[in-house]
């Protein structure tokens, strides 16, 4: 099970995880909420230099039964998003921590990371 | 309908089950200052009989249509109502104002709404089209905001042109107060929009230019050339608002660069019912889609590869998304939208295009005569369609109350709404007004000069 959820990265409550180095954050969301949302069919991404704070929601995430926001891990400045997942959402089910990343952002407060838990403290959030 | 009024004991069970001593005691939090003590202002109570009575002789003060000549217009027609539609509306499985609550059972109902968003979008040019909205002013309003929702990163202002009808303009201003936006009316120069004001206006910060055409006064406005100032000011969306009779005749606002595609359409089959229930249409790319307002229909297959339809995009909507839904009208005028739907399956290409070519030929036989009284004047220049202005020598309201003794009403007074306008008489001519209706109209404004 671990393989769900990698060790190097941190989550946050609402399902999002966050992979930092150098400053920069990758961010997408886990295997768990993947598989809660079912077949994915849209995304709504921010753009790039769009500021966000910690826990604001930065885009939408739409499946055949749901529709969800994404909320930032922590707070930054956009600095990439991944345009892939426009024409192909899924890929965020095939692969939501490596091709499935959604955004990347500058980190304004290495502070706001500590808010965050490692994968064994989420794993048990979801039991 | 039964009245099953509350008794003492019902009532004084209720006060207990919450824990108030009296009725009183509920609006504690109304500061006495601003209570209302005094006896209300109302009449005795009355009979049935007696109501009826009453309710008959106020109903009495009505001019009706059946019995007036009708040249008013400025945004809602007394276009010719074939009975059918009526009929068809009445049905038991139609007869509801409503969407139903448990869409896919009603399949005849998502089906003749599908088939509304069909025409709409038939009509307009565009791509996509949704179950209807409140009216002509909410579409308007609808699609400002829908610019709001599309334009990426920026701007505040709406432009709309101050030969959009007064009374959407209204509700728009009244919906952008509270987003803080600026709404920036253009002004018009012979009755089409001032295209040097909009260029100079149209910029970076502008969200949408919202323009009416034919325009409140009936006149064709320039759109393919506004469509190209909206283009070369930036993000800014390019919303018109049309009759969808016109449609038959002219170009569809798509062709002119039009991302939204909005209107009254109470024109299609609905009758006049002295300003509404009326509908609303909205059209517009599927690119879209995702920021559009209101319920959308989608076609589909079941599991055994029958059609059926289906509610589709509710993402978007208010049960799902709340806050942040695109919009807080999540239905539709479903019956006023069936009855735009049978009408147009029953005119068809060719009875709309007739029906758009008439009101078209009358309006300009009318128009020319009224042109030739001493007195009278067309104001404007510009090519119109089944509306035009007429510049009396005298207030336009005392003119519409003098052809009232003849049955007839004239227009609609301009000074209602542009208070320099107070001697011009906007008319209307539908297919309906035969020549003789035209000439006596003709002649009572003669002896009304």
């Not at chain 2, 323009?211 to 409140?216: C, D, E, H, I, L």
């Not at chain 2, 599991?303 to 709340?322: F, L």
């Not at chain 2, 220049?381 to 336009?396: G, I, N, S």
Request: charged content about 25%; hydrophobic content about 40%; overall charge negative.
């Amino acid at each position: 099970m671990s393989a769900m959820y990698p060790e190097d990265l941190l989550y946050a409550e609402n399902h999002e995880w966050i992979r930092v180095e150098n400053g920069t954050g990758t961010i997408g969301i886990t295997d768990y909420a993947q598989d809660q949302l079912g077949d994915l069919v849209f995304v709504e991404l921010p753009e790039e230099g769009d500021e966000f704070g910690q826990g604001d929601p930065f885009g939408v995430i739409e499946s055949v039964k749901a529709v969800a926001d994404f909320y930032m891990p922590v707070g930054g400045e956009i600095i990439e998003v991944n345009e892939e997942l426009l024409d192909a959402p899924e890929i965020i089910s095939e692969d939501p921590y490596d091709e499935g990343w959604i955004i990347k952002v500058k980190i304004a407060d290495d502070g706001e990371l500590d808010a965050l838990m490692n994968s064994e403290d989420y794993q048990a959030t979801l039991d | 309908m039964s009245y099953l009024p509350n008794t003492d004991k019902n009532r004084q069970e209720m006060l207990d089950a919450i824990g108030v001593e009296s009725i009183d005691d509920l609006f504690a939090g109304i500061p006495e200052a601003v209570r209302f003590r005094g006896e209300m202002n109302l009449p005795p109570a009355m009979s049935e009989m007696e109501l009826v009575k009453h309710m008959t002789e106020l109903a009495g003060k009505n001019l009706s249509t059946d019995e007036y000549v009708c040249f008013m217009g400025a945004g809602a027609y007394d276009h010719f109502l074939p009975s059918v539609v009526d009929h068809i509306l009445s049905r038991e499985e139609f007869y509801t104002a409503y969407t139903p609550y448990q869409p896919e059972v009603s399949q005849g109902t998502l089906q003749s709404i599908f088939e509304f968003q069909t025409m709409i979008s038939e009509l307009t040019g565009m791509d996509v089209a949704n179950a209807s909205m409140y009216d002509g002013a909410t579409t308007v309003m609808e699609a400002a905001l829908m610019a709001g929702r599309l334009v990426r990163r920026g701007g505040d202002r709406v432009l709309i042109s101050d030969s959009v009808h007064p009374e959407y303009r209204t509700v728009l201003e009244t919906y952008l107060r509270g987003l803080e936006w600026e709404m920036v009316e253009i002004p018009t120069r012979d009755g089409i929009t001032d295209l040097d004001a909009l260029r100079e206006e149209a910029d970076d910060e502008t969200l949408t230019v919202i323009v009416q055409n034919p325009n409140f006064f009936g006149l064709l406005e320039p759109v393919d050339e506004i469509g190209t100032i909206v283009q070369d000011a930036g993000k800014a969306m390019f919303t018109v608002a049309c009759d969808p009779i016109s449609l038959a005749l002219l170009k569809p606002p798509a062709e002119s660069g039009a991302d939204m595609v909005v209107g009254e359409g109470q024109s299609l089959g609905n009758p006049l019912s002295f300003g509404g229930p009326y509908l609303g249409f909205f059209a517009s790319e599927s690119k879209h889609i995702r920021r559009m307002p209101g319920r959308i229909i989608g076609e589909t297959v079941d599991v055994d590869g029958v059609r059926g339809y289906v509610m589709s995009m509710q993402t978007r909507e208010q049960h799902i998304r709340r806050a942040r839904a695109t919009s807080n009208i999540c239905t539709n005028e479903a019956l006023n939208a069936l009855a735009a739907t049978v009408y147009l399956s029953l005119m068809g290409k060719a009875g709309l295009r007739e029906v758009a070519e008439q009101s078209l030929q009358k309006a300009h036989y009318a128009a020319e005569a009224i042109d030739a009284l001493d007195g009278f004047s067309l104001k404007y220049d510009a090519p119109f369609f089944k509306e035009f202005v007429v510049q009396c020598e005298r207030p336009a309201a005392e003119i519409v109350q003098s052809l009232m003794q003849h049955k007839i009403l004239a227009g609609v007074d301009l000074g209602r709404f542009y208070p320099e306008m107070e001697n011009s008489l906007l008319v209307a001519v539908t297919e309906k007004r035969t020549r003789d209706e035209i000439d006596e109209f003709v002649s009572r404004l003669e002896g009304s000069a």
